[in-house]
C-alpha cells in the first residue's frame, strides 16, 4: 500500500525559509514520478514541482521556479520541497502525491495530478 507523508509546514514570515519532507512508502524509487502540490482557499490545485523517472527532469511552475527546490533521499524514501524567499502568496496546504508507475513526464505529472496522494501540511506565510 503507497503512503505518504507530509510534514514541516507551519507559519512564517514573508522573506524566510520552510523546508518540507514527504516520507513515502510502498513503492521503490525506480519506475516513479512523485511530487509537490499545493490548493490556496478558492484557488485550483497547482503542481508546485514534479520529477518523473521517465525523463529524468523535475518540472517547477513558474510561480516557484528559482526558489523551491526539490530533491530526495532515495535510501530514506523521502522527498523534500525546500522553498526559499517565501511570499504571501505563497500560502496553502501542500500535498505530496506519487505515480508507481512513472510513464510520463514531469510536467505532464504535474498538469494533470498522480494516483497517490497524502494528507496536506499547511503553510502559511505572513506579510
Known amino acids: 500500500e503507497v503512503q505518504l507523508q507530509a510534514s514541516g509546514g507551519g507559519l512564517v514570515q514573508a522573506g524566510t525559509s520552510l523546508r518540507l519532507s514527504c516520507a513515502a512508502s510502498?513503492?521503490?524509487?525506480?519506475?516513479?514520478?512523485i511530487g509537490w502540490f499545493r490548493q490556496a482557499p478558492g484557488k485550483e490545485r497547482e503542481g508546485v514541482s514534479c520529477?518523473?523517472?521517465?525523463?529524468?527532469?523535475?518540472y517547477y511552475a513558474d510561480s516557484v521556479k528559482g526558489r523551491f527546490t526539490m530533491s530526495s533521499d532515495n535510501a530514506k524514501n523521502t522527498v523534500y520541497l525546500q522553498m526559499n524567499s517565501l511570499k504571501p502568496e505563497d500560502t496553502a496546504v501542500y500535498y505530496c502525491?506519487?505515480?508507481?508507475?512513472?510513464?510520463?513526464?514531469?510536467?505532464?505529472?504535474?498538469?494533470?495530478?498522480?494516483?497517490?496522494w497524502g494528507k496536506g501540511t499547511q503553510v502559511t506565510v505572513s506579510s
Open positions: 502525491a506519487a505515480d508507481t508507475l512513472g510513464y510520463s513526464s514531469s510536467h505532464y505529472y504535474c498538469r494533470n495530478g498522480m494516483d497517490y
Open positions: 510502498g513503492f521503490t524509487f525506480e519506475h516513479y514520478a
Open positions: 520529477y518523473g523517472s521517465s525523463d529524468g527532469n523535475t
